[in-house]
T-cell receptor
Framework: QKEVEQDPGPLSVPEGAIVSLNCTYS??????FMWYRQYSRKGPELLMY????GNKEDGRFTAQVDKSSKYISLFIRDSQPSDSATYLC???????????FGKGTKLSVIP | DTGVSQNPRHKITKRGQNVTFRCDPI?????LYWYRQTLGQGPEFLTY????????KSRLLSDRFSAERPKGSFSTLEIQRTEQGDSAMYLC?????????????FGQGTRLTVV
């Protein structure tokens, strides 16, 4: 079992929809949870991170972590065609700088 | 300087040749990381530096791979005797050790094709 599991999709939604992206992880030592956006043939771009459990909101993006179920979510409200990209979850433990990534979910937002 | 810079962006090499990639991190960042990403997969950790010291290496980093960060500024990743399985995107990232948050910012990557 991989340490971070993420459904690769692809996921296709109409413009304006609410998008839910999810990951599960197996290592209970993980404390930091990141979401990266990666456009085709580009490097990953950090969207946001959370520490331990809870929610964090940044504009149209909300990240949620439920450590009891080892479940990570990213919600995108009012999705736009420019949100079309691959979304990668990543995590690491306290005091560690080695990120463990999921495979990424490819999202297409259709105008 | 607005981000992590990687050169070259693309490299095509013949099997058995040596290649070297360069990464220039964000100027005030003291930590620098190398990752490898293959098609349809997330990035996989290779190694990281705090200033000039190489503190962690993945088992993915075989003897043919070597990374350096002289003077704690730019870094190079060399692959000797390249194999077709080395074809991938090599990503560099950097972070600043603020509150011990691993907030890593990635460059655009170097895409290596071994033919």
């Amino acid at each position: 079992q991989k340490e971070v599991e993420q459904d690769p999709g692809p996921l296709s939604v109409p413009e304006g929809a609410i998008v839910s992206l999810n990951c599960t992880y197996s290592n209970s030592a993980f404390q930091y949870f990141m979401w990266y956006r990666q456009y085709s043939r580009k490097g990953p771009e950090l969207l946001m991170y959370t520490y331990s459990s809870g929610n964090k909101e940044d504009g149209r993006f909300t990240a949620q972590v439920d450590k009891s179920s080892k479940y990570i979510s990213l919600f995108i409200r009012d999705s736009q065609p420019s949100d079309s990209a691959t979304y990668l979850c990543a995590t690491t433990g306290a005091g560690s700088y080695q990120l463990t990534f999921g495979k990424g979910t490819k999202l297409s937002v259709i105008p | 300087d607005t981000g992590v810079s990687q050169n070259p962006r693309h490299k095509i090499t013949k099997r058995g040749q040596n290649v070297t990639f360069r990464c220039d991190p964000i100027s005030e960042h003291n930590r620098l990381y190398w990752y490898r990403q293959t098609l349809g997969q997330g990035p996989e950790f290779l190694t990281y530096f705090q200033n000039e010291a190489q503190l962690e290496k993945s088992r993915l980093l075989s003897d043919r791979f070597s990374a350096e960060r002289p003077k704690g500024s730019f870094s190079t990743l060399e692959i000797q005797r390249t194999e077709q399985g080395d074809s991938a995107m090599y990503l560099c990232a950097s972070s600043y050790d603020r509150d011990r948050v691993p907030e890593a910012f990635f460059g655009q990557g170097t895409r290596l094709t071994v033919v």
